[in-house]
């Protein structure tokens, strides 16, 4: 494997990814050393290329890739993996607000807890949270699939449209346009098929206590009920 | 946009506020370039009468002595320093000595009357340095990285709502009771819902900023009692807006963020060390730290000493 290292220290936004995409095409590895929080790592990087982020990501690390699998070793701000089409966000720690914004495909992975709006107009694509997930989780949702591992605080899946949120946790309250349900034997082997891929370790009760939310309307309900 | 952050420090004793802050506030200087501004608690050290002014005054002769009459009427005046600014204005900063606390807004009042004058503030447990630039320029302007305290907020700014100049600048204090700052990420789409009870209890407003309006909400629930804690939970219900308020007091600091969480805001602590601030980045210059709390809508998070 062909690797590089890409020290960020002193290095802006344009400057960083720059270097990140000239590198990409040329390496199958690279590694962003004192990233020191800078915003839109990586934005719209495309190809198979590996990126390890080692430190934390501000906003948009990851926004618009198409097919790099880029990890986070400590935390992301707001909008990790936004709008992506393709590849892997994985963040190691936790995330800001609006984790997986309005992705269309590939996967993002918070291990530890995310902030409010998590998977916000999501359209397709999986986003995995670890821990516990905040307000208006799924908000308007049209696609994918979202899965939290811990609780979920106010209004989940606010004005879903389409889409699936699974919740191991505790669920405090649906939006507009949400039902939740016991997840089914084919939901469960199916969270235990992504799950188990990205290294979380759950038993075989566990998976029997996720419940699911999805929209009780195919009908936007922007406007009120 | 703009950017905030504080700092505390937990063993109540004096380190290097103004270079945590410099560092901290340099770290968002992308969120907004037109001013910024320190409030640095615990380092002034003055005697329990005394106050410390900042007032921006035009480059013009003898307007400094017009100033230094005025003031001289009501107190002898200590410790002078004449700092050059920007735009041909420069900021006169002095010590006075006053009976009681209630003669320092009349003071201000009547120095605001002079033409080609403003006085910034007048504290006794905090320094306040604030200025138009950015946030390098006016920490070298001010020597701000060697002024110490135990504990201090700050703020870069984009501003939306009201001109740029030294005044509008972050932080905004109240004199309803001493010594109150507040920094400011947002807008209050109630503003004269909350401005109107408080001018009804017959606080003045010097502009029509909601900065300011929080300010005095803020001084005016700590004067009725309410604790740092108590006063951002009652801010949060009684505030509407995207917002976060971060709240300095002579032994405290706190935040509170709207019910929608539309602001940012993110906190982290260790055994020496509680800060928060808008992005994670700023919190890595004063704490070695992977764990980062994010505020959640509707949550208020404060440390006292």
Known sequence: MRKYVIDATGMDEKELNRSIKEHAVKYDKLIITNPQSKHNIAAGVTGDVEIDIDGSAGYFVGTMIDGPKIRILHNAGWFAGDNMTKGEVIVEGGAGDGAGQGIYGGTVVVKGNAGSRTGEIMKGGTVIIGGNSGFMTGLLMMGGRLIVLGNVTDDAGESIMRGTIFVLGEVKSLGKNAKMEQSTLDDQEELKEVLTKYGFELTDIDYTNFKKITNKSHKSVLGGD | ???????????????????????????????????????????????????????????????????????????????????????????????????????????????????????????????????????????????????????????????????????????????????????????????????????????????????????????????????????LEEAVKDLDGPFSILVGTPNGIGIAKDKLGLRPGVMAENDDVFAIASEEMSLQDVLDTDYVEQIAPGETRSYTI
């Open chain 2, 1 to 231: 946009m703009c950017g905030i952050a504080g700092v505390i420090y937990k063993d109540k004793k004096t380190h290097n506020v103004g270079e945590s802050l410099t560092a901290m506030l340099e770290s968002l200087q992308h969120r907004g370039p037109d001013s910024a501004g320190f409030a640095i608690y615990g380092g002034l050290n003055l005697p329990e009468t005394n106050y410390q002014l900042n007032i921006e005054l035009k480059n013009k002769p003898q307007l400094l002595n017009q100033v230094k009459t005025t003031l001289s009427q009501i107190s002898p005046i200590y410790n002078e320093e004449l700092i050059e600014s920007v735009d041909n204005y420069n900021v006169f900063r002095c010590e006075i000595k006053l009976e009681k606390y209630s003669m320092l807004k009349p003071l201000i009042r009547n120095l605001d009357q002079i033409d080609d004058i403003r006085v910034i503030n007048g504290s006794h447990s905090f320094e306040m340095i604030k200025d138009i630039g950015k946030v390098k320029d006016i920490a070298k302007r001010y020597n701000v990285p060697k002024r110490v305290g135990t504990h201090g907020i700050g703020h870069t700014r984009f501003a939306t709502e009201s001109g740029i100049d030294r005044y509008h600048a972050h932080p905004y204090q109240s004199y309803i009771t001493p010594d109150i700052t507040v920094v400011h990420n947002g807008q209050i789409t109630n503003y004269w819902k909350i401005r109107d009870p408080l001018e009804r209890k017959g606080h003045t407003f010097e502009s029509l900023n909601d900065t300011e309006c929080i300010v005095h909400y803020m001084a005016d629930k700590l004067f009725q009692g309410y604790k740092l804690e108590e006063a």
